[in-house]
Nanobody, 123 residues
């Protein structure tokens, strides 16, 4: 099994910065892809950024120019550096991992989510 634990959320003022962390443990050798998502109540969960096992990074529009994803594999931690935060960034932020395993002659994929950490941007 793989377990994900987010931390670093809290209350910040508009224009401020925040660094989120996601510590992963368990069968981490099966992790193929990791990403940060966020969700506002009543709306769908959207991806903000992702990183492959090989280190290739992708960003979606809400992240471009303000947020940065990184990973310290030696410490088994995924980071998300958020700058110039706006009230619209208020949401629950989730860490995600895609697992890839070969079983019974086929590749199998599984999704793992952290519990989420709340980020509130308000003055």
């Amino acid at each position: 099994q793989v377990q994900l634990v987010e931390s670093g959320g809290g209350l910040v003022q508009p224009g401020g910065s925040l660094n989120l962390s996601c510590t992963y443990s368990g069968s981490i050798g099966s992790i193929n892809y990791m990403a940060w998502y966020r969700q506002v109540p009543g709306k769908e969960r959207i991806k903000l950024a992702g990183i492959t096992a090989g280190g290739t990074i992708d960003y979606t529009d809400p992240s471009k120019g303000r947020f940065t994803i990184s990973r310290d594999h030696r410490e088994s931690t995924l980071y998300f550096w958020m700058k110039n935060l706006k009230p619209a960034d208020t949401a629950v932020y989730y860490c995600y991992a895609e697992l890839k395993d070969f079983d019974l002659g086929n590749w199998r994929y599984d999704d793992v989510w952290g519990q989420g950490t709340l980020v509130t941007v308000s003055s």
